[in-house]
């Protein structure tokens, strides 16, 4: 597919193929400033993976300043529930409270935590893709994508399973205050969406304080390093993270990813023949079609990228999607290679805000195309999809296949 629209994030073909438009930037414009936004766009691979590194900017700038002495308008009255719940998770914040609630969230994610997760997330994966052969096809987001990280993570929390249904609608409403621009109606649901997660976790907190089980919230709420633990707000921005950032990215991703097999068959048919590149597979479908699009950080201090100062006070929108496309670290990046090697993607960041999430989405997602690829060997696109219209968190409406 071949686009001439220019980077704008409102535009819903530019959201379907904006990877002419971000070439176009980082040919003759890899720092600009991005007016419709107020937005400094950095589009280079190593231009954001230098930024994401860099101390000098960061996700919130309220720890040296305040809005007005930073030169921003103060967030609206009714938004406050929102950022209360933002603010006590560690994306939002920086050194040292960021330093502090990682140390303590840590303890409870480990890696040795997460593989042991493997089996669990199989079984949940092979009964998911058993009921759509069943079937003989549907929407593979609705039936498969969505439902897997949603059950790995409520077991995770140890939220009951007569509740599990609450969880996606909280994440996306949510999510929808992320995007450049939220309508009105979009704030506004987020911010009660937030609201109302943020007091069903504070009730399911309470009580595993009190009966402790086996599960994160139970281990949240108990982990104490040095005398340290978690404040109850802390640990309910804490979960609710986890269940943004540890799942709407997955399910985008196993969406674009399905997409951008059955758009290059020959991979497929590749990946079908040798599940032994599974995990270089699951690599290059993030890099290629990655779903955080843009991150953004504030500049705390005058910073140069390109050549190009940006000063104090200024936002930043590291594309994500822009950077893992070029042609300066990736050979061929228009082309899909399952089995690429030389694959350092940043769809999960790079720095201090490297997601601590990663080891799990690979898990799932490896799980979920696995599990397909046995049980559903001839899996085919029965419709071509539409993207969402969102651009940060860019996924698919649906995915509808056949078996």
């Known amino acids: 597919m071949v686009s001439n629209v220019r980077f704008d994030p409102w535009n819903p073909e530019f959201v379907a193929h904006p990877y002419d438009a971000y070439r176009d930037l980082r040919d003759n414009d890899p720092v ?16 954001v993976n230098a930024l994401l590194r860099d101390r000098r900017l960061g996700r919130s700038y309220l720890h040296t300043a305040t809005h007005e002495e930073f030169g921003r308008e103060p967030e609206p009255d009714f938004q406050e529930p929102f950022w209360r719940v933002i603010r006590a998770g560690m994306l939002d914040v920086e050194p040292p409270v960021h330093t502090r609630l990682r140390r303590l969230v840590s303890k409870a994610f480990t890696p040795r935590m997460v593989e042991s997760l493997r089996p669990r997330v199989r079984r949940i994966a092979m009964e998911l893709t058993e009921g759509l052969v069943e079937r003989g096809g549907g929407d593979l987001l609705a039936e498969v994508a969505e439902p897997l990280p949603v059950t790995v993570i409520a077991e995770m929390l140890g939220v009951p399973e ?27 649901t987020a911010v009660r969406a937030a609201t109302e997660f943020a007091a069903y976790l504070r009730d399911l907190a309470r009580a595993r304080r009190e009966r402790p089980g086996d599960d994160m919230i139970s281990a949240l709420a108990q982990v104490v390093d040095d005398g340290d633990r978690l404040t109850e707000d802390e640990l309910v921005g804490t979960c609710v993270l986890l269940l943004n ?77 822009s950077a893992n496309r070029d042609p300066e670290v990736f050979a061929d990046p228009d082309r899909l290679d399952v089995g690429r090697v030389d694959n350092p993607h940043i769809s999960f960041g790079a720095g201090i805000h490297f997601c601590l999430g990663a080891p799990l989405a690979r898990v799932e997602m490896a799980e979920s195309f696995g599990a397909l690829l046995r049980l559903a060997p001839r899996l085919e696109l029965a419709e071509e999809p539409t993207w969402k219209p969102s651009y940060i968190m860019r996924g698919l409406e649906s995915l509808k296949v056949a078996v």
């Open 162 to 188: 007569a509740d599990r249904h609450l969880l996606r609608p909280w994440s996306a409403d949510i999510c929808g205050m992320y995007e450049l621009h939220p309508s009105p109606e979009a704030q506004h």
């Open 245 to 321: 950032a540890g799942h709407e990215a997955t399910v985008n991703a196993t969406g674009s990813g399905w997409w951008a097999l059955f758009r290059n068959p020959g991979e497929l048919e590749r990946l079908r023949a040798d599940p032994g590149l599974m995990p270089a597979a699951v690599e290059e479908l993030l890099r290629y079609d990655t779903p955080a699009q843009m991150f953004e950080r504030w500049v705390l201090e005058d910073v140069e990228a390109g050549g190009v100062t940006i000063p104090r006070g200024a936002e930043v929108a590291l594309l994500f999607g």
């Open 32 to 47: 600009s400033f991005f007016e419709p936004a107020g937005q400094w766009l950095v589009a280079r691979h190593a231009d």
